[in-house]
């Protein structure tokens, strides 16, 4: 056998979630190896929505825009019901002023494990392909994983921790016994990208609704290409491996009552639909990512999005630990902040696809009925589109109330008005006509000090912005605030009409961001010595 590979994070799985923890590990300079069974990136569109939130992410990588570039925009979604257009949605900048990117992108899972594949190669990593796990145990300090490379040869990996992004089936959460509760829908569905000529503009999704379902068409990249969506009614005989293309096609245009010609099946497949998630997604040293960690229903398209927030919110904490001894307890806080999110995410998305595709009659009388006239009404207020944009582009996922959140504004005579609170993704909002994102790109916290001129927020003084360590000319700055002060880059920033309304302040304050650009702390009276505390929690027991 040959000898013991040895790193400090082994990955399991190179689908979305751990090329994504693989890109964030190589931005932390944390050693890892990451392992896939297959012998390359997917060929199958699988995912086509990409959200805001990721393309934050990618822009981190330098990868938004040329994802932006690759990818079409959804302009607006049209419904349809037997055949006859009942309204159009404008969509195309639903988000606007909420994210650099105020749009649904449509890019392919494929391209999307692409674009970060090759982000990999570029800074000098790659996949071992065709390497399976196939065990491992864990002690006090190692985890060993047996891996079979090209279906021969064994080999051993000793890592300090190991991170299941293995799919659906995962074998690492299969291993650790995690609880994987949930139910499955009893109707098959179906998925097909084609290429089609009919009379409809390719900027639309379009929606058709029928009794027993929904039949939705996405634009894809390409001329005239769609993915169509859809099921086959309840009590349907064949199982998923026994259907052909022509039934499919046959069942679209009974469903959808249009005239349409399928020139060109690029892929189909026939699936049944999970709603499950972990109890827990950690064990030891072993942590659970993606959809090996939580599997739900296609509605809103948030399955791949969600898998790389995973990793997102996983990577810098193992850096934290791995690099710069951070107590290892901080790593407890992944399931603390996930496993919620992915409680709330099968709720939602059961609701959303329960009304594309319940069985019930009643279900059905309110999608072809009451919906439609409803759908356009609603989506044309401005406060309900701005709702249905931040739980769509998981903008709004927030960990108020998790541990690694700080909020010292409001209550003690602080201004209760304050909109923003620890635990929020930080809002979007432009200096000086730039984004503001665009200043976060290096792997570290921030600390934004946001001064109306005649004082920098808080307490704090730096001596100046962006880099000029964060205690600098204040008094109490001592031997362990330097140790944090190399974790942190400062920003001064203007506390301008827009930045105040965003937050619901004018008078100055400061925030620290964690390097996944959440708010960790966010006070009106911060201190180097109050920082100190913030980060003690961190570091020390
Ligand atoms: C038809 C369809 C449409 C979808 N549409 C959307 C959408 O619009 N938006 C959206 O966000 N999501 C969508 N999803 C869901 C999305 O595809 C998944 O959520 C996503 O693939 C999850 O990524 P992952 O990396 O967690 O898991 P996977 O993509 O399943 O990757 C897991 C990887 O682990 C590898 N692996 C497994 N076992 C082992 C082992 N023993 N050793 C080594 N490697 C192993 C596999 O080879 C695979 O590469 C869709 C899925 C399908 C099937």
């Excluded at 937050?503 to 100055?508: A, M, Q, R, S, V």
């Amino acid at each position: 056998m040959p000898p013991t590979l040895k790193t400090d994070v082994i990955i399991s799985g190179a689908g979305p979630t751990g090329l994504a923890l693989a890109c964030q590990l190589v931005r932390y300079e944390v050693d890892f190896i990451i392992i896939d069974k297959a012998a390359g990136v997917t060929p199958y569109s699988k995912a086509l929505g990409v959200h805001a939130r990721t393309l934050e992410i990618y822009e981190q990588l330098g990868l938004a825009q040329k994802a932006v570039e690759q990818g079409t925009i959804a302009g607006k979604v049209r419904l349809l019901e037997r055949g006859e257009v009942l309204g159009q949605v404008e969509l195309s900048n639903i988000g606007k002023g909420l994210s650099a990117y105020p749009f649904m992108l449509v890019l392919e899972q494929s391209r999307n494990e692409q674009l970060m594949y090759d982000w990999l190669k570029e800074h000098g990593q790659d996949v071992l392909w065709q390497t399976e796990l196939e065990g491992f145990s864990q002690d006090a300090t190692t985890v060993t994983a047996q891996v079979k490379v090209r279906s021969a040869e064994s080999q051993t990996i000793a890592g300090k921790y190991l991170v299941g992004c293995d799919g659906p089936h995962s074998p690492v959460r299969h291993a650790l016994g995690l609880a994987f509760e949930g139910s499955t829908f009893e109707r098959l569905f179906y998925v097909a990208d084609v290429v089609i000529d009919w009379k409809f503009t390719h900027d639309a999704l379009t929606v058709c609704l029928a009794p027993h379902g929904v039949v939705a068409f996405f634009p894809m990249p390409g001329e005239k290409r769609w993915r169509i969506v859809g099921a086959f009614p309840e009590g349907h005989e064949k199982d998923e491996h026994e259907i052909l293309y022509e039934e499919i096609e046959a069942q679209i245009k009974k469903e959808a009552q249009l005239e349409l010609d399928i020139t060109r099946v690029d892929w189909f497949s026939t699936y049944k639909v999970h709603t499950r998630h972990v109890d827990k997604f950690s064990a030891g040293r072993c942590f659970v990512a993606g959809d090996a960690a939580h599997i739900h229903t296609p509605a809103g398209g948030q399955g791949m999005n969600t898998g790389i927030q995973d990793a997102y919110n996983l990577a810098w904490k193992l850096a934290l630990v791995l690099k710069h001894s951070a107590q290892p307890q901080i790593l407890d806080t992944y399931n603390e902040e996930r496993l919620p999110n992915a409680k709330r995410l099968t709720a939602t998305t059961d609701r959303m696809f329960n009304l594309a595709a319940g069985k019930d009659w009643f279900v059905g009388l309110i999608r072809t009925t009451i919906f439609p006239p409803l759908a356009k009404y609603i989506l044309s207020i401005e406060a309900v589109r701005k709702k249905f944009f931040i739980l769509i582009s998981q903008i709004g996922i927030s960990y108020r109330a998790g541990s690694l959140s700080l909020h010292e504004i409001g209550g003690n005579g602080g201004d209760d008005e304050f909109e923003v609170k620890a635990g929020d993704r930080l809002p979007y909002f432009e200096i000086d006509g730039k984004n503001i994102y665009e200043r976060l790109h290096t792997p570290k916290f921030h600390l934004l000090m946001f001064s109306d001129g005649a004082a920098v927020g808080g307490k704090l003084k730096v001596s100046s912005d962006d880099g000029a360590g964060f205690l600098g000319g204040e008094k109490e700055a001592n031997a362990t605030e330097a140790r944090y002060a190399e974790l942190v880059d400062c920003h001064l920033i203007p506390l301008d009409p827009n930045v105040a309304g965003i937050f619901g302040t004018d008078k100055p304050f400061d925030l620290l961001l964690r390097p996944d650009n959440y708010i960790g702390f966010i006070s009106s009276d911060m201190s180097g010595n109050s920082l100190s505390k913030y980060f003690a929690r961190l570091f020390d027991q």
